[in-house]
């Protein structure tokens, strides 16, 4: 765990010192994109290779589909508070 901490911080720092030139800013964001698309194919791999979740994918995916369901809405009604609270009647709020 300190591990992850750690390597956060330094790219916070990294951020920090780099914040000036946009040409980094533009890479970072096409490089974080496609390293997204990675792990979400290796995490469809590691998905793919175990056979519990594979034989009981039937009543794994109904459960994903509420608790993935749940968290969308949640997110959502988490992200209109904040608006409305806090960003409301801002002009310039992002």
Do not use: P
Not at 17 to 25: A, I
Not at 82 to 92: A, H, I, P, Q, T
Request: net charge positive.
């Amino acid at each position: 765990m300190i591990t992850i901490v750690a390597i956060m911080f330094a790219g916070m720092l990294v951020g920090f010192l780099l914040r000036k030139r946009k040409s980094f800013f533009r890479f970072n964001a096409k490089l974080t994109l496609w390293m997204i698309y990675l792990l979400l194919f290796f995490l469809g791999l590691a998905i793919g290779y175990n056979e519990y979740i594979m034989l009981n994918l039937s009543s794994l995916g109904f459960t994903a589909l509420i608790i993935t369901i749940s968290a969308l809405a949640g997110s959502m009604l988490t992200a209109w508070l904040l608006w409305k609270f806090v960003f409301s009647g801002k002009e310039n709020a992002l």
